[in-house]
């Protein structure tokens, strides 16, 4: 039973669609002038093989601060500028979209993608403007001490490789000693991020680890399954995005494996990567960063401002799902952060580097999400110089295949601190010695 308690331990805008081919390209959303001072770039990708997770993804940021502009007229009466730059997933793309936006006063960056932040992350910080990689990216930046621009709350890869094992371990009785493990992951530096985490893991609880790398996109798993099959771990858990998920899932089902075994990272849990498997996928499950479904005050606020209006994003069509709820959560925590920028430096009009001292003095409540529209929708936040990776809770979700749900199946719970914690400090260390980075926090 959820016990409903999340607890932390820690005037309408103007969207420009950005190519590479035409930097100046159609106006998506309402009309307004173009003076608008709050510039956020959105890396997206709705084309490519990855386009149907980033289609929504996008599809939920857009729609939030649409709302935000129709009903607030922005933060601090300042509209959002949203700036909509095509990647198709591609990291020379990525970098591109980088350099052709951050002149335009760029407050801060949504890569959506590993390897873009990987790119990013030496530019952006040279550059004085702040990454919000939610979720992904580099698992060390985290350490915001070494890593002063770069913020990944609510929580990294490697937290929630440590709370997919927490919840193997509950299954087993409290214990993995003898048991085998198998990683599915997509062959690039999104997909390798869990495998230190994992091996340290497997060392203190006593299990074997088989890793198993998928090609991109991800179309031909095969031969992986086979695999799988013949050496029957007693859990799979993966690391996939677009294609690759639903392709897994449907191979798992075609050699029998128990769905309820199969364990997926946040990206890895879309309606997506579940409904072309049909009934077989029923059971299947992932950790994730918030609660599914719609009943939420900012769902109402935009389907007011915005849906009712005539100006969803896209075809309209992602409201409610998955990632198109996670783009709303990117969307507001960067809401926030604009309005504690605001404060802190008493300028409704602020700069990329106060936009940077607002990410790292964000501190959201429950009280302050009820207030939002995101009543019990996700943890506390209280971000730090020290700590950029935020609370690192994660819940397990279940796939019902006959209503076409997901739900949460157990309560927000935290990762394997001692073990997170001193890998994301080597590997923020070595980073900093090879850098000459002294520190950022005093």
Not at 37 to 65: H, W
Not at 177 to 199: D, Q
Not at 273 to 290: E, H, Q, R, T
Request: proline share 4%; net charge negative; charged share 20%.
């Amino acid at each position: 039973m959820l016990s409903g308690k999340l607890e932390s331990k820690g005037r309408i805008f103007k969207m420009k669609k950005f190519t590479l081919a035409a930097v100046a390209a159609a106006l998506v959303g309402s009309m307004v002038p173009a003076s608008a001072d709050l510039t956020i770039p959105l890396l997206s990708y709705r084309t490519g093989p990855y386009a149907p997770n980033g289609i929504p993804y996008a599809d939920g940021v857009t729609d939030y601060i649409n709302m935000i502009n129709a009903r607030d007229g922005g933060v601090g009466g300042v509209p959002i500028n949203l700036i909509e730059c095509e990647t198709g997933y591609n990291t020379e793309r990525g970098v591109e979209c980088y350099e052709s936006t951050k002149g335009q006063g760029a407050l801060v960056y949504f890569p959506l993608s590993t390897g873009i932040t990987y790119q990013l992350i030496p530019k952006a910080t040279a550059d004085d403007i702040p990454i919000h990689s939610m979720g992904y990216g580099r698992t060390s930046a985290a350490d915001g001490n070494t890593f002063s621009h770069v913020f990944n709350f609510p929580g990294t890869y490697w937290d929630a490789a440590s709370i997919i094992i927490k919840h193997m371990m509950d299954m087993e009785g409290g214990s993995l000693e003898g048991k085998k493990v198998a990683l599915v992951y997509h062959n690039s530096a999104y997909g390798k991020e869990p495998i230190r985490t994992l091996e340290e893991l497997s060392k203190k609880h006593g299990y074997e680890l088989l890793l198993l790398p998928v090609d991109h996109p991800g179309q031909e798993q095969k031969s992986t399954w086979l695999q799988v099959r013949k050496e029957k771990p007693d859990f799979v858990t993966m690391w996939g995005w677009g294609v690759m998920n639903q392709v897994a899932i449907s191979e798992a089902a075609s050699i029998r494996f128990p769905m309820d075994r199969f364990i997926g990272v946040w990206w890895s849990a879309s309606e997506n990567d579940v409904l072309p498997a049909g009934a077989k996928s029923d059971g299947y499950k992932a950790i994730a960063m918030n609660r599914p479904g719609t009943d939420f005050g900012a769902y109402r606020d935009i389907q007011k401002h915005v849906i009712d209006a005539g100006n969803a994003a896209g075809a309209g069509d992602q409201v409610g799902t998955i990632l198109y709820s996670r783009g709303m959560l990117n969307a507001a925590y960067m809401v926030e952060a604009i309005r504690t920028a605001q404060k802190i430096h008493g300028a409704d009009d602020i700069t990329p580097g106060m936009m940077r001292d607002g990410l790292e003095n964000l501190k959201i409540d429950q009280a302050r999400w009820t207030e939002m529209g995101f009543d019990n929708f996700t943890s506390t936040i209280d971000v730090t110089c020290e700590n950029h990776g935020g609370p690192g809770l994660g819940a397990i979700q279940q796939w019902d295949a006959s209503s076409k749900t997901w739900s949460l199946i157990t309560d927000f719970v935290g990762a394997d601190r001692d073990v997170v914690d001193a890998l994301i400090q080597a590997d923020a260390s070595a980073y900093a010695a090879e850098n000459n980075i002294s520190g950022h926090c005093k």
